[in-house]
């Protein structure tokens, strides 16, 4: 069975509907969608610690609300817009993650979201 998440109304920048659901489970997985540092659908401004800790936030809230706590995490996609914010989001990174680090990627690319950072998460438990 698959559920989805979210897909009643998801709002993006300037209240833009959302095409796509907050989150998907199947089979004891969830797959978070990206999120970005956005609170009541705008991008909340602020250096690359409070944007990657809102994101890391964003994607908390939606596990929460599928079931899924922090010790599910089993992957986490990370993309900044600069090579230099890496360190920092490490440190934020850490604050969550640092007892049981899941597996992780990190790349630098543009967003379509003016924002510096983008995070998703893939979770498991058995069902």
């Given at each position: 069975?698959?559920r989805?998440i979210?897909?009643e109304?998801?709002?993006?920048?300037g209240?833009?509907?959302?095409?796509?659901?907050?989150?998907?489970e199947?089979?004891?997985w969830l797959?978070?969608?990206g999120?970005?540092?956005m609170?009541d659908?705008e991008?909340?401004?602020?250096g690359?610690?409070?944007?990657?800790?809102?994101?890391i936030?964003?994607?908390l809230?939606?596990?929460?609300?599928?079931?899924?706590?922090?010790?599910d995490?089993?992957h986490?996609?990370?993309?900044?817009t600069?090579?230099?914010?890496?360190?920092?989001?490490?440190?934020?990174?850490?604050?969550y993650?640092?007892a049981?680090?899941?597996a992780r990627?990190?790349?630098?690319?543009d967003?379509?979201?003016?924002?510096?950072?983008?995070v998703?998460?893939?979770?498991?438990?058995?069902?």
């Open positions: 069975m698959i989805r979210g897909i109304g998801g709002k993006g920048t209240g833009q509907h959302l095409p796509f659901a907050r989150a998907v199947a089979g004891g797959m978070v969608s999120q970005t540092p609170k659908g991008v909340v401004e602020g690359i610690i409070e944007q990657s800790t809102l994101a936030e964003n994607c809230e939606i596990m929460k609300e599928a079931g899924y706590e922090l010790k995490v089993v986490v996609t990370v993309i900044l600069d090579s230099r914010y890496f360190q920092s989001f490490n440190k934020v990174f850490k604050e993650f640092g049981n680090p899941p990627i990190c790349a630098v690319a967003l379509v979201v003016d924002c510096k950072v983008e998703d998460v893939t979770c498991y438990k058995a069902p």
